[in-house]
């Protein structure tokens, strides 16, 4: 990389090339404000308006100030980042912004979180001079997204996020001027858009424009009601992300805590989601295996690759963009569904207690999740397996609500039945994570022997489209893995094409899998947090003493007890779901 | 499933149309334009067709079509009323000739009347600044307009 000259702030520098004013002064450890600007370096994604021009910075010798964030360094340049002519710009910019903007941080679901909050706080707004007519937009109520768009300011990073790493097309910027949001087609509700509600939207709003259905309410009341039982379930990657919300260091790994918070809040049974893994990967794993078979033996019925299905996100797109192949994916259900099928069927019989007695509580990283809790499947006279599905940051506020002090809380156990899971449960919260797990337990079954190593780091990484072949004692098994969407449809167009050649494809909606969901504490574009977070699943899955999912001696116990085979009849039932068009169609008006 | 219906003979025309232009995203504004010369106004189904010929997703159709002025999705009315809003017009009085039509319709600027009947736009100077205050109904033009005789010329039409 060529490396040229610059001055920043009276500091000279040797920085790359070809870089941003912006990244070269962070680089430096010089921190400009920002707000339309979002990156995640990670994945290679970057949203890059140039439009609030909060970033500002004076350039020597031209006369207009320049956004760092599109402005390229170039030799010999000397920069001021906070000259009083910058200072005074950036303050009239934000005002400008703020004339427009709803003054009700008090009960903002980005209250504490947002950026403009903390631009007004960092930039010293005392008062706002401007005093704009403010717009009144219909707030829309999705089952799993909130859009309340007098809030937005038009940063578009939304609309980046969707269109680009998701390719779903939900959002574009609508209008002009004044009048202007971002909003679906025809300035409809998100129910009536493509969105796959994967949330990635809100991960990216820089305010309170987009943000998640909140059932906080719902769940203390259920949890105050002495004739219900109260059972809660955490997905694999909340718990290297929990901690964040309570000023630990990202990657801190908090299962324990995690457990005893939950505890206190009282909740009646403490299980895990890692469990409900365990048991995808038996159905999963299984499936995998008899399609293989099936194949093997020239049976021109039985499609491969077989593709995951636990991303609630993957699934609505895929319904939505690829009506005709409906019978690719898995039919196992995601953890968060079967776990919820296992309480309310199993369970509640084990526990001798009515359905509607039971309320099932999961914890997730996941915004999707929240609208998969809904679907109509997943309902028995209209009583939902799962009734209430929190993000990660919801617990988090849970835990405040409940005034614990969660950096000081014993290291406590999950209950049993439902809380025990291996190392392979743990890292379905990373993207190819799945698709180690299925090929640990796949590897065994298959073989008839046992595995030497259960590292496969080949499937591990970032990459948004990653290859491997597995050499399954002389049967080369060829996996595919993406994660985003964009990435998802790019495999997805190759299969569709008939020339892949993958057995088993894993996706995952959002960038790092699940780690990376839309429901964990705000990363602000951060990527490093995600990659702490992936390495803290990693080392969770090496700490743990069984790593192999079919050796969960409590899955063993529940086919032994109550399902009989993998894939078999109750399986059939409850543990496997089916896939709906819901693709737009053009069609002749007759 | 959901379904968006539109005739085959449209249909086929937005085709032709987006493929004149090689079913480019990057031509979306000259297909729209196109398109609206063909049909008079751009319906929420003819984006639909448009974006799914030229890749696009049909919320960025929409965001073009609501932030050229140009672009309407209301059919215009049997007889559209086009009220002049050049300098001219508006020091003599254009903005109460067009507040009357307004009452008299009860519809807004860029809105037709519920009975497809009448439509209501502006117009930058249409060359007729000695006849200020100007209003276009279709072809015809109505010159020294006042809010008073709006209810007259309305009932030329109403019949
Ligand atoms: S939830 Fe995902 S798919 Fe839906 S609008 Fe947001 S980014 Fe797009
Ligand atoms: S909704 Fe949020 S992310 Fe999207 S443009 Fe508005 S402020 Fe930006
Ligand atoms: S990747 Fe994980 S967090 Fe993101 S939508 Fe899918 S299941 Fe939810
Ligand atoms: S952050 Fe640079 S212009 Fe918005
Ligand atoms: S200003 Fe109306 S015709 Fe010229």
Redesign the pocket.
């Known amino acids: 990389m060529e490396k040229i000259n610059i001055i920043i702030d009276n500091k000279s520098l040797q920085v790359e090339k070809g870089q941003t004013v912006l990244k070269a002064a962070r680089a430096a450890g010089i921190e400009i404000p920002t707000l ?1 600007y979002y990156e995640l370096d990670g994945v290679k994604l970057e949203n890059r308006p140039g439009g609030c021009r909060i970033c500002v910075v004076e350039i020597e010798g031209r006369k207009n100030l320049a956004p760092a964030c599109a402005t390229e360094v170039a030799e010999g340049m000397v920069i001021h980042t906070c000259s009083l002519r910058v200072v005074n710009a950036r303050r009239t910019v934000l005002e400008l912004i703020l004339s427009d903007h709803p003054a009700d941080c008090l009960i903002c679901p980005k209250n504490g979180k947002c950026e403009l909050q903390s631009l007004a706080q960092r930039l010293g707004v005392r008062e706002i001079p401007f005093q704009g007519e403010q717009s009144t937009y219909r707030k829309d109520l999705s089952p799993a997204i909130i ?1 309340d ?1 007098d ?9 980046t996020v969707c269109n680009v790493w998701q390719t779903v097309g939900a ?1 574009s ?1 609508v209008n002009r001027g004044f009048q202007a ?2 909003a679906p087609a025809f300035e409809q509700d998100l129910v009536k858009s493509p969105c796959t509600y994967c949330g990635q ?1 809100i991960m ?4 309170g ?2 943000s998640e259905v909140d059932q906080t309410r719902q769940v203390i009341t259920a949890i105050s009601d002495p004739k219900k039982t109260v059972v809660v379930q955490t997905a694999p990657a909340v718990r290297v992300a929990l901690g964040e919300e309570f000023g630990m260091e990202p990657g801190s790994i908090v299962t324990g805590q995690m457990a005893a918070a939950l505890r206190r809040i009282g909740f009646d049974y403490i299980f895990d989601t890692d469990f409900a893994a365990d048991l995808t990967i038996m159905e999963e794993g299984t499936e995998l295996l008899t399609r293989i078979d099936k194949f093997t033996k020239g049976d021109k019925n039985v499609k491969l690759p077989i593709l995951t299905s636990c991303c609630p996100g993957w699934v609505n797109f895929f319904e939505t963009n690829y009506p005709d192949m409906l019978d690719v994916p898995s039919t196992a259900k995601s953890p968060q569904q079967m776990f919820g099928a296992v309480a309310k069927n199993y369970l509640t019989t084990k526990l001798g207690i009515k359905r509607e007695d039971m309320v099932v509580v999961s914890i997730m990283p996941c915004v999707a999740k929240k609208f998969e809790s809904q679907r109509d499947e997943f309902k028995e006279n209209g009583n939902p397996d799962v009734d209430y599905s929190l993000t990660t940051r919801e617990l988090a506020e849970l835990i405040r609500q409940f005034n614990i002090d969660f950096k000081t809380l014993p290291i406590e156990d999950f209950d049993n039945p439902l809380g025990e899971s291996t190392g392979a449960g743990v890292i379905f919260g990373a993207t190819g994570g799945v698709i180690e797990a299925a090929t640990r337990t796949a590897y065994e079954l298959f073989t008839g022997k046992k595995l030497e190593k259960v590292d496969f780091t080949e499937l591990r990484g970032l990459e948004g489209v990653r290859e491997a072949t597995v050499d399954f004692n002389g049967t080369p098994i060829k996996i595919g893995i993406a994660h985003g969407l964009s990435n998802a449809r790019q495999l997805l167009d190759e299969v569709k094409n008939g020339n892949s050649g993958f057995h088993a494809i894993e996706v995952m909606a959002c960038p790092g899998g699940c780690i990376g969901g839309a429901g964990q504490p705000f990363h602000h574009g951060n990527f490093d947090i995600i990659r702490k977070r992936q390495e803290a699943i990693y080392r969770e899955d090496a700490g743990k003493p069984i790593r192999k999912s079919h050796e969960n001696p409590y899955i063993q116990a529940l086919y032994k007890e109550w399902l009989g085979t993998p894939c078999g009849e109750i399986s059939h039932h409850l543990l496997h779901t089916h896939y709906f068009d819901k693709s737009k169609h053009i069609e002749i008006e007759g | 499933m959901a379904k968006v219906k539109l005739a085959e003979s449209k249909i086929n025309k937005i085709k032709e149309i987006c493929a004149s232009f090689g079913n480019k995203p990057g031509e979306a504004i000259n297909v729209l334009h196109k398109v609206q010369g063909e049909f008079g106004y751009l319906p929420a189904e003819v984006q639909e067709v448009i974006a799914q010929e030229l890749n696009v997703s049909v919320a960025q159709i929409y965001g073009i079509v609501t932030f050229y002025s140009f672009f309407t999705m209301t059919p215009k009315g049997e007889f559209p009323i086009s009220v002049c809003m050049g300098t001219a017009c508006y020091v003599r009085g254009a903005e109460k000739v067009l507040d009357e039509f307004k009452r008299e319709l009860k519809i807004g600027v860029g809105e037709t009347t519920p009975d497809g009947k009448f439509s209501l736009n502006c117009l930058r100077c249409v060359g007729a600044c000695g006849l200020a205050p100007v209003v276009l109904i279709g072809e015809k033009v109505y010159g020294r307009l006042t809010p008073d005789g709006v209810k007259d010329i309305l009932n030329e039409y109403r019949s």
């Open positions: 339309c859009r768009v809030k937005c300011v038009m940063c578009r990073r939304c609309e959002l910027a949001v971002v939207c990216a709003c820089p305010v424009a987009l």
